[in-house]
């Protein structure tokens, strides 16, 4: 079993819709969680950090389950901008702290 | 400010080549990493430093090497480069360990390299 996983989609959706991600992890020891955008061809950059309580930045939301362990990412009022890969990336001691990613998730926004 | 760059941009070599991959960053990061990606395997650790002279093993360290010589770059080395080593290479800083929002590990634009 892969340490992250995520469903490789693609999720095809329109322009305005609702669309979520979830991330399960597999060690409980998972200390900090994050999302990442990817374009393709491009680099990954931080798109938002997870935190226990939930966190909301514009039209994204982060949530974090850890006793289920999965952390979900909620994308409302879908552009066409948003189509990209969405990795989840945790971190934990076992590896000093370091990130461990998940294989991404392809979302297209489609007018 | 440049961020972190990497040189070069893509690269072909035959099984059994030798080359080196460069990563700078001018932001004065203590941290660097060097990770693979790969088709449905995401990102992958392969070494990593955290600071100057200092450089550690990831999850897929075999047949490459590192070295950090100054604080601002970080070398990644394929000795004797083999099929499996076909990828897309990226270099990261980050100002202290992991990434967030605090601590967000910055990437380079990559290096693809093919080898035959």
């Known amino acids: 079993r892969k340490e992250v996983e995520q469903d490789p989609g693609p999720f095809n959706v329109p322009e305005g819709a609702t669309v979520a991600f979830n991330c399960t992890y597999s060690?409980?020891?998972?200390?900090?969680f994050f999302w990442y955008r990817q374009d393709c061809r491009k680099e990954p950059k931080l798109l938002m950090s997870?935190?226990?309580s939930g966190n909301e930045d514009g039209r994204f939301t982060a949530q974090l389950n850890r006793a289920s362990q999965y952390i979900s990412l909620l994308i409302r009022d879908s552009k066409l901008s948003d189509s990209a890969t969405y990795l989840c990336a945790v971190s934990h001691m076992e590896y000093g702290n370091k990130l461990v990613f998940g294989a991404g998730t392809i979302l297209r926004v489609k007018s | 400010n440049a961020g972190v760059t990497q040189t070069p941009k893509f690269r072909v070599l035959k099984t059994g080549q030798s080359m080196t991959l460069l990563c700078a960053q001018d932001m004065n990061h203590e941290y660097m990493y060097w990770y693979r990606q790969d088709p449905g395997m995401g990102l992958r650790l392969i070494h990593y430093s955290v600071g100057e002279g200092t450089t550690a093993k990831g999850e897929v360290p075999d047949g490459y090497n590192v070295s950090r010589l100054k604080k601002q770059n970080f070398l990644l080395g394929l000795e004797s480069a083999a099929p499996s080593q076909t990828s897309v290479y990226f270099c990261?800083?980050?100002?202290?360990?992991?990434?967030?929002?605090?601590?967000?590990?910055?990437f380079g634009p990559g290096t693809r390299l093919t080898v035959l």
């Open positions: 060690n409980s020891a998972s200390q900090s």
């Open positions: 990261a800083s980050s100002y202290r360990e992991g990434g967030g929002a605090r601590d967000e590990q910055f």
């Open positions: 997870v935190y226990s």
